[in-house]
């Protein structure tokens, strides 16, 4: 099993700044794709930022230019850096991982992990 530890929320006032960690841990023999989502009050869970393991990244257009997604593949963890946050961008984050786990290639299963979340306020 693949287990993700996801930190970094807390109360910022807007126009301020969080970085969001997500770490995977367990019997991982590779990682595809690492995303970020949010749900916010009555709101439908949405993707806010996505990479593949080329590195290619994807954003919703609300984040555009002021959120930035970046992994490191050694420590299994994908990062969220959030500026010029506004009250809209108020949610719980969740992380999701894509890869295989197991020991050896001709035994590995795919997986797509989420995080348990962490929650993002946004306000004066």
């Known amino acids: 099993q693949v287990q993700l530890v996801e930190s970094g929320g807390g109360l910022v006032q807007p126009g301020g700044s969080l970085r969001l960690s997500c770490a995977a841990s367990?019997?991982?023999?590779?990682?595809?794709?690492m995303g970020w989502n949010r749900q916010g009050p009555g709101k439908q869970r949405e993707l806010v930022a996505d990479?593949?393991?080329?590195?290619?990244?994807n954003y919703v257009d609300s984040v555009k230019g002021r959120f930035t997604i970046s992994r490191d593949n050694a420590k299994n963890t994908v990062y969220l850096q959030m500026n010029s946050l506004k009250p809209e961008d108020t949610a719980v984050y969740y992380c999701?991982?894509?890869?295989?786990?197991?020991?050896?290639?001709?035994?590995?299963?795919?997986?797509?992990?989420w995080g348990q979340g962490t929650q993002v306020t946004v306000s004066s």
């Open positions: 990479i593949s393991s080329r590195d290619s990244t």
């Open positions: 367990g019997s991982i023999f590779s990682i595809n794709r």
């Open positions: 999701n991982v894509e890869g295989y786990s197991g020991r050896y290639f001709y035994s590995r299963k795919q997986f797509d992990s």
